[in-house]
């Protein structure tokens, strides 16, 4: 390699590293897919993404009046994840979410229904409601979904 191929190849492994690195662990890259959502495109958040945000803050604050001892009641019309418009059209209506967004909904009805000593444990399986439908649909998040436990 001469002085240049060397300066050439440097620079060319500092992109690479930068690159490899800036994968935003938010996205919803699905495994073996090569399509990425995120922010490589300037586009609009999906409705469905804007929801998923809100119920990630609506999350972390239930989770910090359970802790606190208080009753954590949920601040969000949680039925509009079985019909939000997400980045890809096919995604909500296929039979796979839906069965997950039922899931998650029922387990939401009897959060709500409990008493403060329930409510802790229903609070994880609903975290893990989330977590099972992400692993199917999205996997990019569960780092941060994770949090929520
Ligand atoms: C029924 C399936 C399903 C359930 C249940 C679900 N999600 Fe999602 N979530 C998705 C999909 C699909 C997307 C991608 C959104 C899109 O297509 O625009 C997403 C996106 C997200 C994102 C990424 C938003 C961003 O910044 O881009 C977060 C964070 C998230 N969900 C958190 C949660 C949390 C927290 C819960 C539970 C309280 C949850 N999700 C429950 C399917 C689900």
Redesign the pocket.
């Known amino acids: 390699m001469n002085f240049y191929q060397k300066i050439i190849f440097a620079t060319l492994s500092v992109f690479l590293m930068i690159a490899a690195c800036s994968t935003p662990e938010?996205e919803?890259v699905k495994p073996g897919s090569k399509k990425k959502v995120g922010k490589y495109h300037m586009r609009q958040d999906?409705e469905?993404?804007t929801l998923?945000?809100e119920?990630?803050d609506d999350?972390k604050r239930m989770k910090a009046d359970i802790a606190a001892g208080k009753p954590a009641k949920p601040g969000l019309d949680y039925q509009k994840?079985l019909t939000a418009h997400?980045?890809?059209a096919e995604?909500v209506p296929s039979e796979s979410?839906q069965a997950?967004?039922k899931n998650?909904l029922q387990t939401m009805e009897a959060f709500e229904k409990a008493d403060l000593e329930k409510s802790e444990q229903l609070y994880e399986n609903?975290?893990t409601?989330?977590m099972n439908?992400?692993t199917v649909?999205?996997p990019g998040?569960k780092v941060?979904?994770e949090k929520?436990y």
């Open positions: 938010e919803c999906s469905l993404t998923m945000k119920m990630e999350f994840i997400g980045t890809e995604e979410y997950f967004a998650f609903l975290v409601s989330c439908c992400h649909h999205c998040p941060r979904i929520l």
